[in-house]
């Protein structure tokens, strides 16, 4: 069985969010709002948080230093951008830049390449198609960006073909993205079966997506999303019981190894 804990941390945290008329932390997010989850999502794995004054701002613009950052820290490499902290490629981006480690990253994992001439302009805000780029490439789904016409056309196809931009909705292509479109698109790649290269007699990519070869984000950090309705709670002894009424997108919290429905029971987590 995968790690429970983490997901009904996070069950519990969409939970608490139904309770009330803005998400615990972010007195500027709606709990009604539809990008409330995402923010839930991403606060919860300390992907994307707010500024100093305890506000998220989701109708604020985001630079693209910032989104370098949270791609990195979606594909759990934070410890890895601190490790490719210093000098850039960059002429703009000076050594003690507070994100030359996930820029460097970045830039090594092909989720960036600057604007050309040296230049990655850091403070720049990042537009709706440089941020679905760049999750598209992290997820591994250049190539078939690449066969559907290349930036920003082919990769803005792919968004909407894996449900990258489900719930998103008047986003013009290269105006700058506002923290509540990128936290939709980020919480949704969360979610996407990733393309793997496959080496053999020919190199190709397929979709982790099956009863054998599940694999998202979400699911490298053990985490799995799974539907449910939170029970008793007790505060004293730090339990409360999780009752599921559908399947997860883990095949072993509803689905046996040939897809075939199981019981889905309660449980109490610690």
Not at 104 to 118: D, E, S
Not at 140 to 151: F, I, N
Not at 174 to 191: C, D, I, Q
Not at 226 to 250: C, I, L, Q, R
Request: charge should be negative.
């Amino acid at each position: 069985m995968k790690n429970l804990k983490k997901v009904l941390a996070l069950v519990v945290v969409f939970a608490m969010m139904m309770s009330t008329v803005a998400f615990a932390g972010y007195p500027d997010v709606d709990a009604t709002a539809d990008y409330a989850d995402s923010v839930a999502l991403l606060s919860a794995l300390e992907i994307l948080e707010g500024d100093e004054q305890g506000k998220f701002n989701p109708e604020s613009t985001i630079t693209r230093a910032e989104f370098a950052a949270v791609v990195c820290r979606a594909l759990g490499l934070e410890n890895n951008a601190n490790s490719a902290a210093g000098a850039t490629i960059f002429n703009d981006v000076a050594a003690n830049h507070w994100a030359t480690g996930y820029i460097n990253l970045a830039t090594q994992q092909g989720i960036v390449n600057g604007k050309g001439n040296g230049i990655f302009d850091p403070e720049g805000n990042v537009t709706y198609a440089e941020a679905v780029k760049m999750l598209v490439v992290a997820l591994g789904y250049e190539p078939v960006a690449a066969a559907k016409g290349g930036y920003p056309t082919g990769y803005l196809a792919v968004a909407n073909s894996i449900k990258m931009t489900a719930g998103i909705y008047g986003t013009g292509t290269n105006v700058p993205a506002l923290r509540k479109t990128v936290a939709m698109l980020t919480a949704n790649a969360m979610e996407i079966p990733v393309m793997d290269q496959t080496y053999g007699s020919e190199v190709y990519w397929t979709q982790q997506n099956g009863f054998d070869n599940y694999r998202s984000l979400l699911s490298d950090m053990d985490i799995y999303v799974a539907t449910g309705v939170v029970g008793a709670v007790d505060k004293e002894e730090g339990t409360f019981d999780f009752k599921f009424t559908t399947a997860s997108d883990d095949w072993e919290f509803g689905f046996d190894n040939k897809g075939n429905t199981i019981t889905l029971g309660s449980i109490t987590v610690k």
